[in-house]
């Protein structure tokens, strides 16, 4: 079973249509992180939230972080083909000293299509 | 900017022979992990390290072993190869400071064990 559970795992759209990658747990996180992978590479940060409620922007991504800490969202607007990649939620589960260590979600791969 | 260099990129293992994954970062970063990533599953935590002669394990820890006699080197030993450690490897590191903070990731590396 995973401690994060991404959905959905895989997601195929249009350009200029908008989605949603939701990221749930039963377990309460003291930070969320969202990365972005490509084919042969590794993943690359976009964003780090950690109170309760949060909103972030990132030019067309808004990232949320649920009140009770268990959940995050990430909702793209206007997709375009270079969007298309492997989005991974990551997170530091709550209370004690956890050295940073990440739980990953298990994946959601975006195409978009021109 | 160098960041995370992983080799190699591409390894075939026969079933019972040994290797190293090497992983160096030029960041003065005091953590490093590796972990592990199988399709349909994220990335699995396999060993950390806190600093030069400190690691513990992770998640998926057996069959692995690591060490970190230096801040900059993290290696991954693997004895006695499996088919089940088929997989692509990443090596991360960050400041360490505070419970979050972005991983910065090698590229990767692809082991197959037939």
């Known amino acids: 079973t995973q401690l994060l559970e991404q959905s959905p795992q895989f997601l195929s759209i249009q350009e200029g249509e908008n989605l949603t990658v939701y990221c749930n747990s039963s377990?309460?996180?003291?930070?969320l992180q969202w990365y972005r992978q490509e084919p042969g590479e590794g993943p690359v940060l976009l964003v780090t939230?950690?109170?309760?409620?949060e909103v972030k922007k990132l030019k067309r991504l808004t990232f949320q972080f649920g009140d009770a800490r268990k959940d995050s969202s990430l909702h793209i607007t206007a997709a375009q083909t270079g969007d298309t990649g492997l989005y991974l939620c990551?997170?530091?589960?709550?209370?004690?000293?956890?050295?940073?260590?990440?739980?990953f979600g298990q994946g959601t791969i975006l195409t978009v299509h021109p | 900017n160098a960041g995370v260099t992983q080799t190699p990129k591409f390894r075939i293992l026969k079933i019972g022979q040994s290797m190293t994954l090497q992983c160096t970062q030029d960041?003065?970063?005091?953590?490093m992990y590796w972990y592990r990533q199988d399709p349909g599953m994220g990335l699995k935590l396999i060993y950390y390290?806190?600093?030069?002669?400190?690691?513990d394990k992770g998640e998926v820890p057996n069959g692995y072993n690591v060490s970190r006699s230096t801040t900059e080197d993290f290696p991954l030993r693997l004895e006695l190869a499996a088919p089940s450690q088929t997989s692509v490897y990443f090596c991360?590191?960050?400041?360490?400071?505070?419970?979050?903070?972005?991983?910065?990731f090698g590229e990767g590396s692809r082991l197959t064990v037939l």
């Open positions: 960041m003065n970063h005091n953590y």
């Open positions: 990551a997170g530091v589960v709550g209370g004690g000293t956890s050295y940073g260590k990440l739980t």
């Open positions: 377990s309460v996180f003291s930070s």
């Open positions: 390290s806190v600093g030069a002669g400190i690691t």
């Open positions: 939230v950690v109170t309760g409620g």
């Open positions: 991360a590191s960050r400041p360490g400071t505070g419970e979050t903070g972005e991983l910065f």
